[in-house]
């Protein structure tokens, strides 16, 4: 994986890009800041990136660039919740709107981030439907993205006293990544706290690098 190779190529095109102010770049731009964001992600420097992003996201709404305003507040949010930094998040979302010309895929992602910003400030309803929303919308394509959603539904149901169906966890290609969070399912079902903490540990290392330990912590205590 030659990620911090990739890094240096994707700083040296969005400075390139900071030279142009053409609308036909958008497009190539949009693409530009995504793999600027991702490698860093890869090289674990993320937060290096933050201060840029943000400037770029006041350039692209002076000049009007809708599709770079939902690519950058995206990766933004997405910068934010890398860190667990939901304050701040929200700050920045509830600042900023999302063009009218929304893409679909865009859309998606900033439902999936509202929806998980709603989880932690205790606003279940609302972080349902903006999950919710986000799994109609998000394209059967998209995999990952949707077990990434699922997971963060599940846990959202679970702490508004619903029981997700278990026919829901068998859907093609979701069986196996949702089966800690099936496990932690049946344990809430049965309501065994014993069976439900040794799911916690069992799969603790998942739940951490999904950043829903925090959630399921606050489950055990209901």
């Known amino acids: 994986k030659q990620y911090d190779k ?26 530009i800041y995504y793999y600027y964001s ?56 509830s600042k900023t709107e999302m063009p009218e010309s929304r893409s679909n895929q865009q859309y998606c992602r ?45 846990l959202v149901r679970l702490l508004l006293g619903e029981i997700p169906d278990r026919a829901s966890f068998r859907q093609t290609g979701l069986t196996k990544p949702l089966q800690p969070y099936f496990e932690l399912t049946r344990a809430v079902r049965i309501g065994d706290l014993v069976l439900f903490k040794k799911v916690v540990d069992q799969y603790n290392d998942t739940f951490q690098k999904d950043k829903t330990l925090n959630l399921i912590n606050r489950l055990r205590r209901n």
């Open 6 to 31: 990739a890094k240096t190529i994707t700083i040296a095109a969005v400075a390139r890009l900071d030279s142009f102010n053409r609308r036909s770049l958008d497009i190539l731009a949009a693409r």
């Open 38 to 93: 991702w490698s860093h992600e890869c090289t674990n420097c993320l937060d290096a990136i933050r201060s840029k992003l943000l400037a770029l996201l006041r350039t692209a709404t002076l000049r009007y660039d809708n599709l770079g305003q939902e690519v950058l507040l995206n990766l933004l949010l997405r910068n934010y919740l890398h860190y667990n930094l939901y304050d701040m998040a929200e700050k920045l979302r």
């Open 110 to 154: 900033y439902l999936y981030y509202l929806g998980r910003i709603r989880a932690i400030q205790l606003e279940y309803t609302g972080a349902k439907e903006c999950l919710l929303q986000a799994s109609r919308k998000a394209p059967q394509a998209a995999l990952g993205f949707r077990i990434e959603v699922f997971k963060w539904n599940v």
